[in-house]
């Protein structure tokens, strides 16, 4: 037990910093996914793990995405693209972005 709560205490402290909402200077544009909105899902998010540039993103992964296989975690990467953060935005972090229908 004492091994596992190590190795989870490590595994916390090397997750790279949130962006907070207030850190965007303009926002990624989000477009509901066409297979969500097919099937009547009317919410969904992506975890997104970054590196950014001069403040644009120009690594992303998808870490976490919920509900899968409805192409929230494609248009997350797409949106982060267009999206610029503050100046001071620099690394690695980790985005959360929210979908919502209606």
Same mark, same amino acid.
């Given at each position: 037990?004492?091994?596992?709560?190590?190795?989870?205490?490590?595994? @916390?402290?090397?997750?790279?910093?949130?962006?907070?909402?207030?850190?965007?200077?303009?926002?990624?544009?989000?477009?509901?996914?066409?297979?969500?909105?097919?099937? /009547?899902?009317?919410?969904?998010?992506?975890v997104? /793990?970054?590196?950014?540039?001069?403040?644009?993103?120009?690594?992303?992964?998808?870490?976490?995405?919920?509900?899968?296989?409805?192409?929230?975690? @494609?248009?997350?990467?797409?949106?982060?693209?267009?999206g610029?953060?503050?100046?001071?935005?620099?690394?690695?972090?980790?985005?959360?972005? /929210?979908?919502?229908?209606?």
């Amino acid at each position: 037990m004492l091994i596992l709560s190590a190795a989870l205490a490590v595994l @916390a402290v090397q997750q790279p910093p949130v962006l907070a909402p207030s850190e965007w200077v303009r926002q990624p544009p989000l477009e509901y996914p066409e297979r969500a909105q097919a099937r /009547d899902v009317r919410r969904g998010y992506v975890v997104l /793990d970054c590196r950014f540039e001069q403040a644009v993103a120009v690594e992303c992964t998808v870490v976490e995405e919920s509900p899968a296989g409805f192409g929230f975690g @494609a248009s997350a990467l797409r949106a982060v693209r267009r999206g610029v953060a503050a100046e001071s935005v620099e690394g690695r972090r980790t985005i959360r972005l /929210d979908f919502i229908l209606g």
